[in-house]
């Protein structure tokens, strides 16, 4: 069993940043791979960026390719998301999830577990 539990969400401006952070519980965290997932009011959760458990392998979504990076840090239990010049169309709740595929997929379907999510605001 995993837990994950999201922060550091917000109300920014355009061309901002923000840093997210997902803690997961259980001592096979570091076997897990990790996504970020977002969903905006009124639209279907959409792929972010994943990470293979072993951080070699990173995906991205080709609206956030060069502005978000993912990362983990398997000794703290705990993946991030960077965020930079973010945009209102980023505007969302934030999701981590946790597939034992540790590959990492930007398929929903091969994730087990989810966090509640954080939102993140950007104004004009």
């Known amino acids: 069993q995993v837990q994950l539990v999201e922060s550091g969400g917000g109300l920014v401006q355009a061309e901002d940043s923000l840093r997210l952070s997902c803690a997961a519980s259980?001592?096979?965290?570091?076997?897990?791979?990790m996504g970020w997932f977002r969903q905006a009011p009124g639209k279907e959760r959409e792929f972010v960026a994943a990470?293979?458990?072993?951080?070699?392998?990173?995906y991205y979504a080709d609206s956030v390719k060069g502005r978000f990076t993912i990362s983990r840090d398997n000794a703290k239990n705990t993946v991030y998301l960077l965020m930079n010049s973010l945009k209102p169309e980023d505007t969302a709740v934030y999701h981590c999830a946790a597939g034992a595929w540790g590959l990492g997929s930007r398929s929903m379907t091969e994730y087990d577990y989810w966090g509640q999510g954080t939102q993140v605001t950007v104004s004009s």
């Open positions: 990470i293979s458990w072993s951080g070699d392998r990173r």
């Open positions: 259980g001592r096979t965290f570091s076997t897990y791979a």
